[in-house]
């Protein structure tokens, strides 16, 4: 499975933003897909998660949303009212099985797409 981030940008405090990723190589239908953040200095961390259910880390509950359209095989991540905080470089992963919040246990990542919140 290839995977292809994109959707970053810079956008004010407040705003929002779609991150896509598409998957090539194989159907997601079958996989995990996760949304990972890594700001700089900082270790990566968990965003959010899908395959029959969602998952969200607590900070982005009720701002972001992860969905996916398994005609398109693309996971997409709408990200709203957006703080300086979220700033960080997000990739998206896919993994068999149920999601898991630890980037270790996912098997393809994508190449990442920098998400800049100004204030």
């Known amino acids: 499975v290839q995977l292809q981030a994109s959707g970053g940008g810079l956008v004010q405090a407040g705003g929002y933003l779609r991150l896509s990723c598409a998957a090539s190589?194989?159907?997601?239908?079958?996989?995990?897909t996760g949304w990972f953040r890594q700001a700089p200095g900082k270790e990566r961390e968990f965003v959010a998660a899908?395959?029959?259910?969602?998952y969200y880390t607590d900070s982005v509950k009720g701002r972001f949303t992860i969905s996916r359209d398994n005609a398109k095989n693309t996971v997409y991540l709408q990200m709203a009212s957006l703080k300086p905080e979220d700033t960080a470089v997000y990739y998206c992963?896919?993994?068999?099985?149920?999601?898991?919040?630890?980037?270790?246990?996912?098997?393809?990542w994508g190449q990442g797409t920098q998400v800049t919140v100004s204030s």
């Open positions: 190589g194989r159907t997601f239908s079958g996989y995990a």
């Open positions: 899908i395959r029959l259910l969602t």
């Open positions: 992963a896919a993994m068999p099985g149920r999601p898991s919040a630890t980037p270790n246990e996912y098997v393809y």
